[in-house]
């Protein structure tokens, strides 16, 4: 892969949530690529991770997408730091649950907006100025679920159907500029957040009252059962994805990556009427 584009311009990208997962795969391929990457995580264990694993071109910053501040400081940092580059975006923290929305609690919920909205619009926003000067690019990471909103996943979905919304938005918005806006889209990847969406699980039943609880239990068991059988991919899968989004001089609108995220756009076609009673027929057959 090319790190220099057709403008033979060299290539800064901020990819936020580094620490683990996609994030980690992405700034790791990126960095062997060439690339000046400014890698933002929450805790010194993570910063040391990446600088053993990764070469000097690699700037570990530790950085809450939702701490204004931190964000600030971040910007000035990176913006004396990238003369000369083009700057790019990678809006990839996130998190995930999973539940009917009866049994989450309201301050997980409040927390999971917070960070998969509006983390990601202050980041955007607070890097504007850089990216639309550099001619950069933003690259935004939804989910299935930011295609099709499912029982269990109604808030994790809300977050993601708002990232679609900001990246159509912004997508014309900032095209008078030069700024390309992409979103990525993967399906299940192998990454921690299985386990955390587990044991989220696990303590939002132990919190819910017993009985409310078990009005739910099928289909609880039914989307933990499913999660385990669907096919799923590595994240370096979805880092390549992301570098093409990045490379591509005509990058798409949208990018799928694995067969979770192909399975979800077709069966978000299907008329809601048909899709609600196969859902349904599915869980309580
Ligand atoms: N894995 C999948 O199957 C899948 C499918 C579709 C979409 N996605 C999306 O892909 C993205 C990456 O997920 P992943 O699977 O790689 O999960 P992951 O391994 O759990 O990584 C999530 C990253 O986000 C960071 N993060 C969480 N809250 C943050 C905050 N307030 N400020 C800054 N960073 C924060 C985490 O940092 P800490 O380690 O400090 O918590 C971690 O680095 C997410 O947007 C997710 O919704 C994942």
Redo the contacts with the bound molecule.
Sequence with gaps: MKTETKTNKKQAVLI????????YATALYLDKAGYKVYA????EV?KQKLIKAASSNLTPVI????DEEVVNKAYQQIKTETEGYTFSLVN?????LNGPLELIPYSNIKMLLD??IC?LILVTKTFLPLIRNKKGRIIN?S??HGLLAIPDKSVYAASKFAVQAISDSLRVELRPFGVKVSVVV????N????G?IIDEREKMIDQAQPETAKLYSTQMEYFDREVKNLPSIE?VEVAKVIAESLNNPKPKAQYLAGPGAKKMKIFARFPRSMRDNMMYKAIYK
């Design positions: 936020t949530g580094a620490s683990t997962g996609i994030g933002s995580v929450r805790k993570d950085m809450d997408v939702y990839n923290a996130g998190v995930s960070v998969n983390g990471i989910s299935g993967p399906g299940k990847i990454t921690n957040v299985l955390k994240a």
